[in-house]
């Protein structure tokens, strides 16, 4: 199915929640409304047509400086069985950072969610087990943001553990040649 077809199937069917789309080079995105989007997701899985049983990744994207509600977070679905592709993006805003959580449509939701979390601060309501999965689970802020900070308050001791490894790699080359 044409990707610009499945748009066309989800405007006919949520019409209220479409926000806008989107096409370029035979992809398609669909940005809906944030309180909808499991429904929408939902709907997209389990229409015998539309059959998107594969959720690819799921992440977000910062749009600090650019515009409010801040965040997208993105959903790349593929349907194993038709061979169709969609991007479908729901807005967040930074002050209620929320959106629901589709862990229970997509096993693989769990891990990406948890990444989302961890490196956005988005919370997923409803996720069985919402905690940091990169970073450490006392680390402050989200690394993906745009305001978090480039550089640390370390100066050069962020930086020892890379020139011990050099030396170390430097002493290695010199004992095998």
């Given at each position: 199915m044409d990707p610009l077809e499945i748009v066309k199937i989800i405007?006919?069917?949520?019409?209220?929640?479409?926000?806008?789309?989107?096409?370029?080079?035979?992809?398609?995105?669909?940005?809906?409304?944030?309180?909808?989007?499991?429904?929408?997701?939902?709907?997209?899985?389990?229409?015998?047509?539309?059959?998107?049983?594969?959720?690819?990744?799921?992440?977000?994207?910062?749009?600090?400086?650019?515009?409010?509600?801040?965040?997208?977070?993105?959903?790349?679905?593929?349907?194993?069985?038709?061979?169709?592709?969609?991007?479908?993006?729901?807005q967040v805003r930074e002050k209620d950072c929320y959106i629901t959580s589709v862990?229970?449509?997509?096993?693989?939701?769990?891990w990406f969610e948890r990444e989302c979390f961890d490196m956005?601060?988005?919370?997923?309501?409803?996720?069985?087990?919402?905690?940091?999965?990169?970073m450490p689970e006392d680390w402050n802020g989200y690394p993906l943001r745009k305001d978090y900070p480039v550089q640390s308050d370390l100066k050069e001791k962020e930086w020892e553990t890379y020139r011990e490894l050099k030396e170390a790699a430097k002493v290695w080359r010199e004992d095998e040649g």
């Amino acid at each position: 199915m044409d990707p610009l077809e499945i748009v066309k199937i989800i405007k006919d069917n949520f019409p209220k929640e479409v926000l806008w789309y989107r096409c370029f080079r035979d992809e398609c995105d669909i940005t809906v409304r944030q309180e909808k989007i499991k429904e929408i997701l939902a709907y997209l899985k389990h229409h015998p047509s539309l059959d998107f049983d594969y959720l690819i990744d799921l992440t977000a994207v910062d749009y600090l400086g650019f515009r409010e509600p801040r965040f997208d977070v993105v959903y790349h679905l593929m349907s194993i069985k038709h061979k169709h592709r969609i991007r479908v993006k729901a807005q967040v805003r930074e002050k209620d950072c929320y959106i629901t959580s589709v862990a229970d449509l997509w096993r693989t939701a769990e891990w990406f969610e948890r990444e989302c979390f961890d490196m956005f601060g988005i919370q997923f309501v409803g996720h069985p087990d919402l905690r940091r999965i990169l970073m450490p689970e006392d680390w402050n802020g989200y690394p993906l943001r745009k305001d978090y900070p480039v550089q640390s308050d370390l100066k050069e001791k962020e930086w020892e553990t890379y020139r011990e490894l050099k030396e170390a790699a430097k002493v290695w080359r010199e004992d095998e040649g």
